[in-house]
């Protein structure tokens, strides 16, 4: 039930980890501000946004934690990520535009595209983060690919992950995705914090009709 963190980096190639290269990331107990996933963006930043981004951070773990506390993973059910996640994935090559990334992702009502490099995933990119991308450089997106671009870091689980597990680790570095992958390594699905969200709406009204 591993899960793994893929670091920025250029599309070259695929970016999905290796058990032998991979950097395993295991049980949450904090937030680790010291050593976060995006290692190029480590400048010192005492900014009101990036106070406000950690406080943020903070209390969503701190109440998801308060929560776990209550019901231990021990006496807590097991919940696989492979009953949760969206079957559906889309994906575009590196050579695409950003302006066509939005673009298919309008057209289909999503939030999250995988990026293929010869064939192989490169990278998992969302719509928020296309749009700052292009608010920070200042970029035409209808001339700029994802070629030359340092895509954000992602998860990847596999099917029987517990998403309990991996709840935590989006809250804990921000992160609105991870990315199912099968025993070959190929990718089967996604998780994001919108199926998390439809699943607490499904409990809550199940509870509110007992």
Known sequence: MAIFVSEPGRPIGTRLPE?????RVGTVDELNESRAIHESRMEESGGIKDQAQRVIA??????????????????????????????ALFSLPATATLAEA????????????????DGAVAGLVDYKWILQWLFEHQKNPASQ???????PAFLTVTPETDAHQLARLMLAHQL???LVIDSLGKPTGIVTSTDFLRLYANLSRHEGTV
């Open 102 to 117: 939005l673009m298919e992702m309008e057209e289909h009502s999503i939030h999250h595209l995988t990026i293929t490099a």
């Open 145 to 151: 690919t994802f070629t030359h671009i340092e895509l």
């Open 19 to 23: 058990v032998f290269r991979g950097q």
């Open 58 to 87: 903070k209390r969503a773990f701190r109440e998801y934690g308060e929560q776990a506390a209550g019901n231990p993973d021990t006496a807590r059910a097991y919940l696989p990520v492979s009953r949760i996640c969206t079957p």
């Open 176 to 178: 609105s995705a991870g």
